[in-house]
């Protein structure tokens, strides 16, 4: 099994930034991808990013250019660095962690980009 908590979530002015936090626990070993999701109202939940245990990342053409995807092996800890927020931001961003015969959820964090 693999908890994740997510942090960093808030109200934040269009243009603004915000950092997300995933931190990991439990059978972490088998895990061998992280994602950063994220679901607005009304809608599917999406794709952000993703950053496999050999450092590649890759990130949805929506967020390119504006968010970033790090992490801190010391802390078990995945980061999304979020810059020029815009308002279609607006969503409860999840972090997913995938290994080989499962994947785990943290709760999700809410993120609303208003002014």
């Known amino acids: 099994q693999v908890q994740l908590v997510e942090s960093g979530g808030g109200l934040v002015q269009p243009g603004g930034s915000l950092r997300l936090s995933c931190a990991a626990s439990?059978?972490?070993?088998?895990?061998?991808?992280m994602g950063w999701y994220r679901q607005a109202p009304g809608k599917q939940r999406e794709l952000v990013g993703a950053i496999t245990s050999g450092g590649s990342i890759d990130y949805a053409d929506s967020v390119k250019g504006r968010f970033t995807i790090s992490r801190d092996k010391a802390k078990n800890t995945v980061y999304l660095q979020m810059n020029s927020l815009k308002p279609e931001d607006t969503a409860v961003y999840y972090c997913?962690?995938?290994?080989?015969?499962?994947?785990?959820w943290g709760q999700g964090t809410q993120v609303t980009v208003s002014s």
């Open positions: 997913r962690a995938q290994g080989p015969t499962a994947s785990y």
């Open positions: 439990g059978s972490i070993f088998s895990i061998y991808a």
